[in-house]
DNA sequence: AAAGTATTTGACACAGCGTCAAGAACGTGG
DNA sequence: CCACGTTCTTGACGCTGTGTCAAATACTTT
């Protein structure tokens, strides 16, 4: 076999930026190919096609992304933990300059909208995968916090909820990338969760 | 003056609906011209461009829409107006078939994205102003209520608050497409914006 | 009826996606 | 140590989409 003249990974992460920065449709794969310094075909050749390349590169993403997470959530009171998990959230929007949003709630509203084009739905699958684990993360921290004492509400409930703002956040950042009022938005939605009573 | 072989605003709708059911970048205007009955070239010197004439047409879409809001938020007890708002703003995610989603998230999100073009920066502000709007009509009623003494949170905070789930719902609509769960969710949002104490 | 003006039409240039055949580089078996 | 086969690379091609332009067209106005 003729060994591949450049690394794997190094395409993923070059790639990724570059869909993270303009969006999966607004990406050309020559725009990587320059980027790293490939041609346009060995992309195909080592990925098969645009979308399995950014397939690949977001999984590569979301198992960072997730670990950071659930660090985030790892440690001190239930509200501390909740803090984090909004700050990374937060952080995680306003990275680079200009900031490039949430990957994941663009990539979702930009490729779910094909119909019954069978990659995209792969994609979907690939958002929406990432979503759910996280609302588990958020859920296992208040059901833990529920057994403590720390927290007396429906834990599947208010991590949706949660989850559910999180989205939203993607999106006011996108409408106004005002972060100051995106953390004022995640400081009352704590308060909110955590202040109900019952159920 | 040669008069006009096709109707403005026939298109303008025609176009829109396009739009919501595959994207913008995924429209192309031969399919508007196509479905319209109109020479590609006949939009361009009708409209200028493509976002131009998405624009426009997001414009029509955005004055109906609000108009709707307005009168679902307008009638009954402040549970029954959020409650109505809510329905509302489902039912828009979940029309068509398949369902369509929200047009001013996937817009956001799509076309948010490009760096520095000029057109984008338009279209971002024509989203982010029904954003505005909306909470406004939000935050009107909240206000409203407050003084009725059904209300006695903050009705700035509580709207935005609100407005950061409607987004969040849209994300998610794409992610699971299951409209219970988004029910589910507004009607818990309700709970927790109508159980808050103070403040 | 003739002139003027805006619209339509079709051709063009350009960029992006994806495919293909041909060439190149490396490991492996004789 | 050399020839073979496998895989990667390269460049050309077809297709679709955007946007521009000049020429042809059809209507209104004088």
Redesign the pocket.
Known sequence: ??????DHDDVLRIAFDQFWRKGV?G??????ARDAG?????????F????A?FLQAYERYAGDYLLALQKALGTGSLRKRLTAFFDLTITNFRSGSPPRGCPTTRGLMELGAAEGEG?DEAARQAFASLVSRITALVQDTLSAAAKRGEFNGNPAAAALHIITVTRGLAVLERAYGDEVQLRKIASHTIDLVLDKKGS
Chains 1, 2 share one sequence.
Request: hydrophobic share 30%; no cysteine.
């Open positions: 076999m003729r060994p591949r003249e450049f449709r990406t050309s794969l020559s725009d990587i490939v041609q346009r075909g060995s992309l195909y050749n080592a098969g096609s645009k979308e390349l990659l």
